[in-house]
């Protein structure tokens, strides 16, 4: 099956000019960023297989020194496997939770919450994000956040391990980095999660107005991504917990959401989202 994002995107430069990120379309929705940190070296932050990042590390003349790894599911550190049968991954830096460092194939250093991450001279930091699974950890370096399946463009990841004041706290910490903060999620989701926050903030103008940028990139084989923190702060749901027009949506099915604190609002939210109602209504108007 053919990736979601048919058009390459392009190379992004940081806000100091001294790292570039790529975007690397990986399985179907997957998305693998690479963080060129040095001239020709560079970290790849998870991946389902190594192919599509070997084709593209070697039109690009690039060499993977490192992988981070965000979390432990199968086409996050499917790389690992990959890249160790080719013999690769032997002689790399691989990096990833403490908390989850008998799950990490090939791991050679760990990271607990707030450690330094060091790219050559390019300095990040890695944050545990938990709720989507145990052990998750976003890494960010300058103004780019690599936030693996925590916060999505529009939404957030399933609650595997929860609970969802976990996720609720990770979320609304993410929401405090700057607003031109990138958001580098490792999935194309982004119509369905924006779809799903229509569905309970449909007079949100902010929504609105990404939506129709959102679907003329994607209509036209583009990728949506990285979002901002700003965008998600304006219309992602799973952050905007204290909107009353998405409190009053919920209402319907969930009477106790009324006076609900903000991460029961969350649950909630979540809640609603993966019984897929959503996906029954007709598209918006304004997207026809």
């Known amino acids: ?44 932050v998870d991946g389902p297989s190594a192919t599509e990042v070997l084709t593209y590390t070697k039109k690009h003349q690039l060499q993977i020194t490192t992988i981070l790894n965000t979390h432990t599911h199968g086409d996050h550190i499917g790389i690992n496997r990959a890249l160790a049968k080719l013999g690769i991954a032997q002689s790399l830096r691989i990096i990833g939770a403490k908390k989850r460092e008998n799950d990490v194939p090939f791991i050679t250093e ?10 050559g001279e390019l300095t990040g930091s890695a944050w545990l994000t938990e709720g989507h699974i145990d052990g998750h950890i976003c890494y960010l370096f300058e103004d780019f956040l690599f936030c693996g399946d925590t916060l999505f463009a529009g939404g957030c990841g399933y609650l595997f391990d ?3 004041v976990k996720m ?3 979320l609304q910490r993410l929401a405090t980095l ?12 982004t119509q369905d999660n924006l779809r799903f926050a229509y569905s309970i903030e449909p007079n949100n103008q902010a929504l609105i107005t990404r939506m129709q940028r959102i679907w003329r990139l994607r209509n036209a084989g583009e990728s949506s991504l990285p979002s901002s923190i700003k965008d998600e702060k304006e219309t992602n749901p799973f952050i905007r917990v204290t909107s009353l027009e998405i409190t009053n949506s919920l209402r319907q099915s969930y009477p106790d959401v009324d006076n609900a604190p903000a991460s ?5 939210t979540r809640k609603h989202k993966d019984s897929k109602q959503y996906r029954t209504l007709p598209e918006p108007a304004f997207l026809q």
């Open 1 to 44: 099956m053919a990736h979601v994002i048919t058009i390459q995107p392009k190379p992004i430069q940081s806000v100091s000019g001294k790292f570039t990120v790529h975007q690397i379309p990986a399985a179907t929705d997957n998305v693998v960023w690479l963080i060129e940190y040095a001239p020709g070296r560079c970290a790849v």
């Open 110 to 119: 760990t990271v607990c919450d707030g450690d330094t991450v060091q790219l």
């Open 162 to 164: 929860g609970p969802p």
């Open 168 to 170: 609720h706290q990770s």
């Open 178 to 189: 700057p607003d031109h903060t990138k958001v580098c999620c490792a999935h194309e989701y």
């Open 264 to 268: 029961e609002v969350f649950a909630y």
